[in-house]
């Protein structure tokens, strides 16, 4: 099974264990607890697991949004820290946001009190407890077999919005739309039976070209809209044209302005429907329009989206978060089995220009995206014949390159890493990590192995290896493990091991999932990782100093310990170390070695004001908290939420605030423009 929900082995409670992300959470009880299976059928939400027990209270490990709703779904309380309340007898249901999803259902009183950084759930007596458990896990439900042809390209990427589990605003939530069927390229058009998107009245016209229908595939799944040939781009609702996809930035441009726009809307206006949050964005945008939102909501999605553009984008611009991803497609054919992952994550698309006689054509403003660079900060050393790209625009997070030639900022995607993680073999038992170091000059960067597994509620087992031989290393990358961190000499012809060099492309398979190589001129063996079998992995362009590289490699492995993506642990770390151009990210760059405490990654900023000090908080992606989801400071003066993506607005707290905000978890932090490790701040470290 995906999901278990088992007795915990070494205290009273249940421990709920998702097999195939590696996460896991406990639910501690007083006295020990015997689970009876449990009928999904009772949670209005789709669980992967359910079982039935008896119990008093419930301690969680730290605090998560809990919302409780009554018998006819109606959410009547939303629970952060410092929580206090108490429902009376009645029948509830608790939906708890943790690292695995948890529900509890449950009849008679209920209360559920807080602090910063725990938790409780209490039921009045020893009660029976409904609990389910979900994976955030998303695996395709079909395949898609296409040639390269443009209108089979679009029946194909027709078929994404089959994923989407409602066509209401909710869809917004990540959780909520669901992975696009796979695709894989043919000799024929294959769709099965049943993979068709809503009845939605939604179409996208767009020319006979490949790189129109991949510009488009985002917007086509979050719409669950069809896309046909047309003599212009275009976006439709019952056939009538809602707006033409072109303008200064092209078809690209226009097809993120409307996605941003749509996206925007769809986040304020489901605070009408089952989440009744209160949302920065929502305040801020009833200041300045005045919107039948009730309407909106319980409007049919072609109707909604016809009067969404009527706002003006003026309006909603600047209260887009950051976008998550930003993916740069080749508009060659073996692309195309990329868009579900692109779509999937939401992700912005751009799509590389044509080149004629070695000459790149001039992309619109704003998608400069595809410039060949010589030296890009130590990667020109690379052998003869590599061409490096910088990639830029449009702004996201997280970058994503798919083509020709090494991109030197930003993860080359390749389909081999995805198609390893969506495979999502089971894993048991815990966290599993090596660390090998074959250069005793870098053996600081991993220490006696405390660089991972510092964590109570998640499990980890470290091994630390020296000196290691060829065929110890090749028996090492053989193994299920869920992430190898590599510190020493890496050669084109291999990684050094005392008795010669071991050669990836030698290797029968690959069971690591996740690496970290962190020697020079990685590139080419981390490559081939993924390629054997490996997920994803941090590698490097050219040459890297010693100095630099222990303590790139010591923050990096923080990062990835605290629940960062690879591709957000390089993100940060370039606020404190020269990265872009030395290192980049193989593979599947949104993998997770281990999972967010908080349940959002996150970066921390302060600086000093007259009457307190300013905090910025920069949230990061992470499974489960992708493009669409909530995020709540942990501070008693914060009560609203955010919309996850970039920096969100400042604070303004006083220092008791900030030591705390600072001490509740391992998070990096800005003080006084040095890159820290939160819990390691002291107030005479405050400026």
């Given at each position: 099974?995906?999901?278990?929900?088992?007795?915990?082995?070494d205290?009273?409670?249940l421990?709920?264990?998702?097999?195939i992300?590696?996460?896991?959470?406990?639910?501690?009880?007083?006295?020990?607890?015997?689970?009876?299976?449990?009928?999904?059928?009772?949670?209005?939400d789709?669980?992967d697991?359910?079982?039935?027990?008896?119990?008093?209270?419930?301690?969680?490990?730290?605090?998560?949004?809990?919302?409780?709703?009554?018998?006819?779904?109606?959410?009547?309380?939303?629970?952060?820290e410092f929580?206090?309340?108490?429902?009376?007898d009645?029948?509830?249901?608790?939906?708890l946001?943790?690292?695995?999803?948890v529900y509890?259902?449950?009849?008679?009183?209920?209360?559920?009190?807080?602090?910063?950084?725990?938790?409780?759930?209490?039921?009045?007596e020893?009660?029976r407890?409904?609990?389910?458990?979900?994976?955030?896990?998303?695996?395709?439900?079909?395949?898609?077999?296409?040639?390269?042809?443009?209108?089979?390209?679009?029946?194909?990427?027709?078929?994404?919005?089959?994923?989407?589990?409602?066509?209401?605003p909710?869809?917004?939530?990540?959780?909520l739309?669901?992975?696009?069927?796979?695709?894989?390229l043919?000799?024929?058009?294959?769709?099965?039976?049943?993979?068709?998107?809503?009845?939605?009245?939604?179409?996208?016209?767009v020319?006979?070209?490949?790189?129109?229908v991949?510009?488009?595939?985002t917007?086509?799944?979050?719409?669950?809209?069809?896309?046909?040939?047309?003599?212009?781009p275009?976006?439709?609702?019952d056939?009538?044209?809602?707006?033409v996809?072109?303008?200064?930035?092209?078809?690209?441009?226009?097809?993120?302005?409307?996605?941003?726009?749509?996206?925007?809307?769809?986040?304020?206006?489901?605070?009408?429907?089952?989440?009744?949050?209160?949302?920065?964005?929502?305040?801020?945008?009833?200041?300045?329009?005045?919107?039948?939102?009730?309407?909106?909501?319980?409007?049919?999605?072609?109707?909604?989206?016809?009067?969404?553009?009527?706002?003006?984008?003026?309006?909603?611009d600047?209260?887009v978060?950051?976008?998550?991803?930003a993916?740069?497609?080749?508009?060659?054919?073996e692309?195309?089995?990329l868009l579900?992952?692109?779509?999937?994550?939401?992700?912005?698309?751009?799509?590389?220009?044509?080149?004629?006689?070695?000459?790149?054509?001039?992309?619109?403003?704003?998608?400069?995206?595809?410039?060949?660079?010589?030296?890009?900060?130590?990667?020109?050393?690379?052998?003869?014949?590599d061409?490096?790209?910088?990639?830029?625009?449009?702004?996201?997070?997280?970058?994503a390159?798919?083509?020709?030639?090494?991109?030197?900022?930003?993860?080359?995607?390749?389909?081999?890493g995805?198609?390893?993680?969506?495979?999502?073999?089971s894993s048991e038992?815990?966290?599993?990590?090596?660390?090998?170091?074959?250069?005793?000059?870098?053996?600081?960067?991993?220490?006696?192995?405390?660089?991972?597994?510092?964590r109570?509620e998640l499990?980890?087992?470290?091994?630390?290896?020296?000196?290691?031989?060829?065929?110890?290393?090749r028996?090492?990358?053989?193994?299920?493990l869920?992430?190898?961190?590599?510190?020493?000499?890496?050669?084109?012809?291999?990684?050094?091991?005392?008795?010669?060099a071991l050669?990836?492309?030698?290797?029968?398979?690959?069971?690591?999932?996740?690496?970290?190589?962190?020697?020079?001129?990685?590139?080419?063996?981390?490559?081939?990782?993924?390629?054997?079998?490996?997920?994803?992995?941090?590698?490097?362009?050219?040459a890297?100093?010693?100095?630099?590289?222990?303590?790139?490699?010591?923050?990096v492995?923080?990062?990835?310990?605290a629940?960062?993506?690879?591709?957000s642990?390089?993100a940060?770390?370039?606020?404190?170390?020269?990265?872009?151009?030395?290192?980049?990210?193989?593979?599947d760059?949104?993998?997770?070695?281990?999972?967010?405490?908080?349940?959002?990654?996150n970066?921390?900023?302060?600086?000093?004001?007259?009457?307190?000090?300013?905090?910025?908080?920069?949230?990061?992606?992470?499974?489960?908290?992708?493009?669409?989801?909530?995020?709540?400071?942990?501070?008693?003066?914060?009560?609203?939420?955010?919309?996850?993506?970039?920096?969100?607005?400042?604070?303004?707290?006083?220092?008791p605030?900030?030591?705390?905000?600072l001490?509740?978890?391992?998070?990096?932090?800005?003080?006084?423009?040095e890159l820290?490790?939160?819990?390691?701040?002291?107030?005479?470290?405050?400026?």
């Open positions: 099974m995906t999901v278990e929900l088992l007795p915990a082995p205290r009273p409670g421990t709920v264990v998702d097999r992300e590696g996460r896991r959470f406990p639910l501690t009880t007083r006295r020990p607890v015997d689970p009876e299976p449990g009928d999904d059928g009772r949670f209005r789709p669980v697991a359910a079982v039935r027990c008896r119990v008093g209270e419930l301690e969680l490990p730290y605090v998560v949004a809990a919302y409780v709703r009554d018998a006819d779904g109606e959410m009547i309380a939303e629970c952060h929580a206090d309340r108490e429902l009376p009645g029948e509830y249901e608790v939906e946001a943790a690292p695995v999803k509890l259902r449950v009849a008679g009183p209920l209360a559920v009190d807080s602090t910063s950084d725990e938790m409780r759930i209490a039921f009045g020893r009660r407890v409904d609990v389910g458990a979900r994976s955030f896990h998303e695996h395709p439900a079909a395949t898609i077999t296409t040639t390269a042809a443009p209108e089979d390209l679009m029946a194909a990427v027709s078929t994404f919005g089959s994923a989407l589990k409602t066509t209401s909710e869809r917004s939530f990540p959780s739309r669901g992975h696009p069927p796979t695709v894989e043919g000799d024929a058009l294959s769709v099965p039976d049943g993979v068709a998107p809503p009845a939605t009245d939604l179409c996208i016209e020319p006979r070209e490949r790189s129109a991949y510009a488009v595939a917007l086509a799944h979050y719409l669950g809209a069809r896309v046909r040939p047309g003599p212009e275009r976006l439709l609702a056939g009538d044209v809602l707006g996809l072109d303008g200064p930035e092209g078809l690209e441009g226009a097809v993120t302005e409307t996605l941003r726009h749509l996206f925007l809307l769809d986040c304020v206006v489901r605070t009408e429907g089952r989440y009744r949050l209160d949302l920065y964005e929502r305040r801020r945008l009833e200041e300045r329009v005045d919107l039948p939102l009730e309407e909106l909501y319980r409007a049919p999605i072609a109707e909604r989206t016809r009067r969404y553009l009527d706002v003006a984008t003026e309006a909603v600047d209260l978060p950051r976008w998550t991803l993916t740069h497609l080749s508009p060659a054919p692309a195309a089995e579900p992952y692109a779509a999937n994550a939401l992700s912005l698309i751009a799509v590389q220009r044509s080149r004629s006689g070695g000459d790149r054509s001039a992309p619109p403003p704003g998608y400069d995206a595809f410039v060949e660079a010589g030296d890009a900060g130590g990667a020109g050393d690379a052998a003869d014949g061409r490096y790209v910088h990639v830029s625009g449009p702004d996201a997070i997280e970058r390159w798919v083509g020709d030639g090494r991109a030197v900022n930003a993860n080359d995607l390749h389909p081999a995805v198609r390893h993680r969506l495979a999502g073999e038992g815990p966290v599993e990590i090596a660390l090998v170091c074959n250069d005793e000059r870098m053996l600081a960067e991993i220490g006696d192995g405390d660089l991972y597994g510092d109570e499990p980890f087992e470290v091994a630390v290896h020296r000196e290691v031989s060829c065929d110890r290393l028996s090492l990358l053989a193994e299920d869920d992430f190898l961190h590599y510190v020493g000499h890496v050669e084109r012809s291999g990684l050094i091991c005392p008795d010669g050669d990836a492309a030698d290797l029968d398979a690959v069971g690591v999932d996740t690496f970290f190589l962190n020697g020079c001129r990685s590139y080419d063996q981390g490559r081939l990782l993924v390629e054997k079998g490996g997920v994803g992995g941090i590698v490097t362009h050219g890297v100093d010693d100095a630099n590289a222990t303590a790139v490699g010591r923050l492995a923080g990062l990835l310990n629940g960062y993506s690879l591709r642990a390089l940060v770390a370039g606020r404190g170390y020269a990265v872009e151009g030395r290192y980049d990210v193989v593979g760059g949104a993998v997770q070695v281990a999972q967010s405490e908080s349940g959002t990654p970066l921390i900023s302060v600086s000093e004001t007259a009457d307190g000090y300013e905090v910025a908080i920069t949230t990061y992606p992470a499974l489960g908290t992708a493009m669409g989801a909530c995020y709540t400071p942990h501070t008693p003066s914060v009560d609203r939420h955010f919309l996850v993506g970039g920096e969100l607005p400042p604070f303004e707290l006083t220092l605030e900030v030591l705390n905000l001490s509740l978890e391992r998070v990096p932090a800005m003080i006084d423009g820290r490790w939160s819990t390691d701040v002291s107030p005479a470290d405050l400026p």
